[in-house]
């Protein structure tokens, strides 16, 4: 999965221009599962490039990374998973044993003084996540930026009071009015562009798409 998203990070960037987009403002983002492997891609793409090894897209490319209620650091996060009814056999089968624990945690990698230089190229690193997510807790996110944070890297941490795992990308757009995560990125990626932040300023409110109580009863009956 870590390839399948480097490949497709690297058409992006690669291409992007052939489809209108602009590639000077490519960013990243990923949430839950999606987050953990987008900041894999991301930190595995800065080591090679911090190692002189050949590749077909770059760290400098990406402007930002923006991680939702990921995960980051398996090893603190087997038990949990274990007790939220992801046994251990099962997730030591889907990661083909626990030698593979440090190679997908972004934040083991990010301390090991080997991978100082890379820490150097990652793009700024903004995650988000909720202080109620059972299914991977806030600290994790906390960590991570800590970790990043002493190693030089531009990171920050945005928490939201009282969100479960889903609440951000999935309820909140759905209740209409103002969405917190939404501004929050749209505000980043139109940082000095002077006309979409005066349209962002005079958008109209959101419409509720989904009766509040369908909503409650959705965050009862979800697994996440």
């Known amino acids: 999965m870590v390839k399948d998203v480097s490949q497709g990070v690297s058409f992006v960037c690669n291409l992007i221009d052939r489809f209108g987009g602009d590639p000077n403002r490519i960013y990243l983002m990923g949430q839950s599962a999606g987050a953990h492997i987008s900041a894999c891609v991301l930190l595995e793409q800065a080591i090679k490039e911090s190692r002189g090894e050949s590749t077909t897209w770059s760290v400098s490319q990406i402007k930002a990374y923006f991680g939702l209620s990921g995960g980051y650091n398996l090893f603190n996060l087997v038990d949990h998973f274990h007790n939220r009814g992801l046994y251990r056999s099962i997730f030591l089968s889907i990661m083909e044993g626990e030698g593979s624990f440090e190679q997908f945690s972004p934040e083991v990698r990010i301390k090991d003084p080997r991978n100082r230089e890379a820490a150097s190229l990652l793009p700024p690193i903004k995650l988000f996540h909720g202080t109620s ?92």
Request: net charge negative; proline share 7%; aromatic share 6%.
């Open 133 to 224: 997510d059972y299914s991977i807790p806030s600290d994790a996110s906390i960590n991570i930026v800590e970790a990043l944070k002493g190693v030089g890297a531009e990171a920050e941490v945005i928490l939201y009071e009282g969100k479960s795992h889903t609440d951000l990308f999935l309820q909140d757009p759905l209740r209409g009015g103002k969405d917190d995560l939404f501004d929050h990125v749209v505000s980043v990626i139109h940082a000095g562009d002077e006309e979409a932040l005066a349209k962002d300023a005079s958008a109209p409110p959101r419409k509720r798409l989904v009766p509040e109580i369908l909503l409650r009863l959705a965050r009862h009956i979800s697994p996440f």
